[in-house]
């Protein structure tokens, strides 16, 4: 079974930052980040293949999140900038053998909480 271990999150103000991180057990996998707000559907974020190229983002963090691997090859950042209260809820981080924007990965972290405040 593989395990997906999240940390980062947390309680910032709008237009501030904050970095996630997700490491993976076993093997280097696609992964990705999702989005839950309160009420709503997991929504996705951004992903990346297991090269680490070419990822993919939402159009609407497109410019303020980046995703990126870490030199152990199994972890995976988020960093957010530029926060908007609008991206408040809880943050999944997923993983798999290729790269998608459905939430339809194998593999599904605890999820961590980011609140931005107005």
């Known amino acids: 079974q593989v395990r997906l271990v999240e940390s980062g999150g947390g309680l910032v103000q709008a237009g501030g930052s904050l970095r996630l991180s997700c490491t993976a057990s076993?093997?280097?996998?696609?992964m990705g980040w999702f989005h839950q707000a309160p009420g709503k559907n997991r929504e996705f974020v951004a992903a990346?293949?297991?090269?680490?190229?070419?990822?993919l983002y939402a159009d609407d963090v497109v410019g303020r999140f980046t995703i990126s691997r870490g030199n152990a090859k199994n972890t995976v950042y988020l960093q957010l900038d530029n926060l908007k209260s609008e991206d408040t809820g809880v943050y999944y981080c997923?993983?798999?053998?290729?790269?998608?924007?459905?939430?339809?990965?194998?593999?599904w972290g605890q999820g961590t909480q980011v609140t931005v405040s107005s």
């Open positions: 997923a993983a798999g053998e290729v790269v998608i924007t459905a939430p339809s990965y194998d593999y």
């Open positions: 076993g093997r280097t996998y696609a």
């Open positions: 990346i293949g297991d090269s680490g190229v070419r990822p």
